[in-house]
């Protein structure tokens, strides 16, 4: 590649410097052919992608919303419920869909690592993410265990909990729990307990395609030393906590080979017999092999069956994923886990008269089917000062002293008026509510997607607390609380926009 002098042309910016950089290191990597390919693929612009709640939703939706809003998509070709978009007429970001959670945008590249995992024996898996925020891929564990499985979804940073309790919400989820620990110490907490962990590590982010999300910037060899010693002892500890048989799913939105492949041949050398990578090349409809040897360094044999996503394969950004399968022992000292019962944050069990009593008020306000909904989802009722929330029973009864800031979604809120449910629950299931339903008129819609209350018709005969509102395409958009003849809002501020 030529090089201009440095009084012809404007310093670049600092995202472009850096992707300079890498490509002129990375370009060893490649053939002479399938580095012009790449570069040829840096030109065209990222295709946005989304991937569908089907808690929430079907594959059938998207025909709708290419209509609606002059999408033309194409499935993504290793995630079934994941669509990239080549034109679009609507934002992904300005729908109603997106608002209340029915898709998640996700670059293509980053819902490979959950789609890795084959789904365990057991109907109920525990499942361990171990650097979460900002919930993508939690989402898609989710999804993928159709929120049967226990998902403890941990992020260190404090400020990353946000965040992923927002992504998380919105979702819909009830079988989760959010954690605020080291990802070093789960192995050392509970060995060998869980039948999936996803490790989606933090990286030097030289995915070759810098976005907003995922700025590229300058690293310093010392940095990415550090960043490789950490990722192997989070690898490490993900190898620990799952049971023997059981898989890990490391990944990186990063083509660093040190961050890579050598990660992954340092934590075979370690433990050899004990760790396998697993050949999954059949995931991908074509080849995208992990490197034999970068700069000088030889990996290990089984490195290879991971897999490299340069960007011009599948047109996304750069990525890597690998799998591996626990084989034998992993023998980190074990440490006593910190510990604060679900009690001591003023959270207390529902006896089961009050369960009977709210679920008859449910059946009988909304024809809702709460019992069922217990029973499917392996939920129990606890209340704190003003709410009730549907807990997970396997967090109670395997981590029920772990400290968490975030656990099971709400179900009721306690008002003057008595209780009503709340939006995390009804946008969850506003299906299965059979009454108080209304729909709003489309010439109201804009501004009550804004927050604000609009006017409605005074209905004669009873009324529930609150009303569940659609629009005229039956979706929820909300609930409302009737006021003589407005509806007062209750959207979350979050919601509105």
């Not at 910037?217 to 030393?225: A, F, K, N």
């Not at 709003?440 to 607390?465: A, H, M, N, T, Y």
Request: glycine share 6%; charged share 20%.
């Amino acid at each position: 590649m030529s090089r201009r002098k440095k009084t012809l042309s404007p310093k670049p910016q600092p995202s472009i410097a850096a992707r300079q950089t890498a490509l002129q290191q990375f370009g060893e990597l490649l053939s002479a052919e399938e580095y012009q390919l790449l570069l040829a693929e840096l030109e065209r612009p990222l295709r946005p992608a989304f991937r569908i709640n089907t808690l929430k939703t079907s594959p059938q939706a998207v025909n709708d919303w290419c209509e609606w809003y002059g999408w033309q998509v194409q499935p993504v070709a290793f995630c079934p419920t994941g669509w990239q978009v080549y034109e679009a007429h609507t934002p992904l970001s300005q729908t109603i869909e997106h608002r209340f959670g029915h898709y998640y945008i996700q670059d293509a590249a980053s819902m490979l690592p959950a789609e890795l995992f084959d789904l365990p024996a057991s109907p109920r898996p525990l499942i361990l993410d171990l650097a979460a925020s900002p919930g993508g891929k939690t989402t898609h564990l989710i999804s993928r265990t159709l929120d049967r499985g226990l998902v403890l979804a941990n992020d260190a940073g404090m400020e990353r909990i946000t965040p992923l309790r927002l992504v998380l919400q919105n979702w819909g989820t009830v079988n989760t729990a959010v954690t605020r620990f080291p990802a070093e110490k789960f192995g050392r907490w509970f060995p060998a307990m869980f039948d999936w962990v996803l490790l989606d590590a933090p990286c030097s982010m030289q995915s070759l395609r810098p976005t907003e999300s995922h700025p590229m910037r300058p690293i310093s060899t010392r940095e990415q030393t550090n960043l490789a010693h950490r990722q192997t002892a989070m690898l490490i500890s993900a190898l620990a906590a799952v049971k023997p048989g059981g898989q890990v799913v490391y990944s990186t939105c990063t083509l660093a080979p040190q961050e890579d492949e050598a990660v992954l041949d340092e934590v075979l050398r370690r433990f050899p017999n004990r760790v396998q990578v697993d050949e999954i090349s059949a995931r991908l409809p074509a080849p995208a092999p992990a490197l034999a040897d970068a700069f000088g360094q030889t990996f290990h044999p089984q490195v290879q069956n991971a897999m490299r996503l340069w960007p011009h394969r599948f047109s996304t950004s750069g990525f890597f994923a690998a799998r591996l399968t626990r084989t034998g022992e992993i023998g980190l000292p074990t440490e006593p886990k910190p510990t604060r019962p679900l009690h001591q944050t003023g959270q207390q069990p529902l006896p089961r008269p009050q369960v009977q009593e709210l679920a008859d008020w449910l059946q009988t306000t909304y024809g809702f089917d709460l019992l069922t909904i217990l029973e499917t989802y392996h939920l129990e009722l606890w209340r704190s000062a003003a709410s009730i929330f549907a807990v997970p029973a396997a967090f109670l009864e395997y981590f029920n002293d772990l400290p968490c800031q975030m656990l099971g979604l709400k179900v009721l809120e306690e008002t003057p008026e008595g209780w009503q449910p709340a939006h995390e629950w009804t946008n969850r299931f506003a299906h299965l509510f059979q009454s108080g339903r209304l729909t709003l008129p489309s010439d109201l819609l804009d501004e009550w997607l804004k927050g604000r209350d609009v006017p409605v018709p005074i209905f004669s005969g009873s009324q529930p607390p609150l009303w569940l509102v659609f629009d005229e395409r039956n979706r929820f958009v909300g609930r409302g609380r009737q006021s003589e003849n407005w509806l007062k809002n209750l959207l979350p501020r979050r919601a509105t926009g």
